[in-house]
Nanobody, 122 residues
Framework: QVQLAESGGGLVQAGGSLRLSCAAS????????MGWFRQAPGKQRELVAT???????NYADSVKVRFTISRDNAKNTVYLQMNSLKPEDTGVYYC????????????????WGQGTQVTVSS
């Protein structure tokens, strides 16, 4: 099993910045892709950004240039630096990782964090 601990959400004015962190722990053999998704009230969860274990990144068009995803493999942590925040960035942000865990055998599975609230006021 893998546990994900998210932090860094909060209330910020439009134009401000926040940095989200998500630390993975547990019986981890290797972390593959890591990413961030968000869900606004009344809307479906959507992809924000992902990063592979090799460092390749992918962003939603709405956050390109403004957001930067990065990871520290030594700390099993993924970050999301969010700049020039807009009210439409408001939502619950979820960390997601694909992990290979060690047990009787190696297992690959998908894990989600509990979510952290980001609110951008106009």
């Amino acid at each position: 099993q893998v546990q994900l601990a998210e932090s860094g959400g909060g209330l910020v004015q439009a134009g401000g910045s926040l940095r989200l962190s998500c630390a993975a722990s547990g019986s981890i053999f290797r972390l593959n892709a890591m990413g961030w998704f968000r869900q606004a009230p009344g809307k479906q969860r959507e992809l924000v950004a992902t990063i592979t274990d090799g460092g390749s990144t992918n962003y939603a068009d709405s956050v390109k240039v403004r957001f930067t995803i990065s990871r520290d493999n030594a700390k099993n942590t993924v970050y999301l630096q969010m700049n020039s925040l807009k009210p439409e960035d408001t939502g619950v942000y979820y960390c997601n990782v694909e992990a290979i865990t060690v047990g009787a055998t190696l297992l690959i599975d998908d894990y989600w964090g509990q979510g952290t609230q980001v609110t951008v006021s106009s």
